[in-house]
């Protein structure tokens, strides 16, 4: 299966109208193209795929402060990753 290309502004669009579907396709072209304002953008706009993505990079990352962000933001999942790496053993450098 191939995945069409929407054009950006059509998309925001329906997504101004209330398309979460339309919203997420956002989430995941900000994601490709590694535009983290965007995604953070669309969290606060209550995308919870933005959250998810956003919380991807900032375990891997090891981003503390931004899990906070993230969790602040709404999404819940980053405060269970903020907690777990907090709750992770220290090893010594």
Do not use: H, K
Not at 28 to 37: C, I, Q, T, V
Request: aromatic letters at 2%; a negative charge; hydrophobic letters at 40%.
């Amino acid at each position: 299966m191939t995945s069409p290309n929407f054009d950006r502004e059509t998309l925001r669009a329906l997504a101004d109208e209330g398309n979460e579907t339309a919203l997420d396709r956002l989430a995941d072209l900000a994601d490709a193209r590694g535009d983290l304002d965007e995604l953070s953008e669309l969290l606060d706009e209550g995308c919870m795929r933005a959250g998810r993505l956003l919380t991807r990079r900032a375990v891997a990352a090891r981003d503390l402060r931004e899990l906070q962000r993230i969790s602040d933001a709404g999404y819940e999942e980053a405060e269970t990753e903020l907690n777990r790496l907090l709750a992770a053993p220290i090893t010594p450098p």
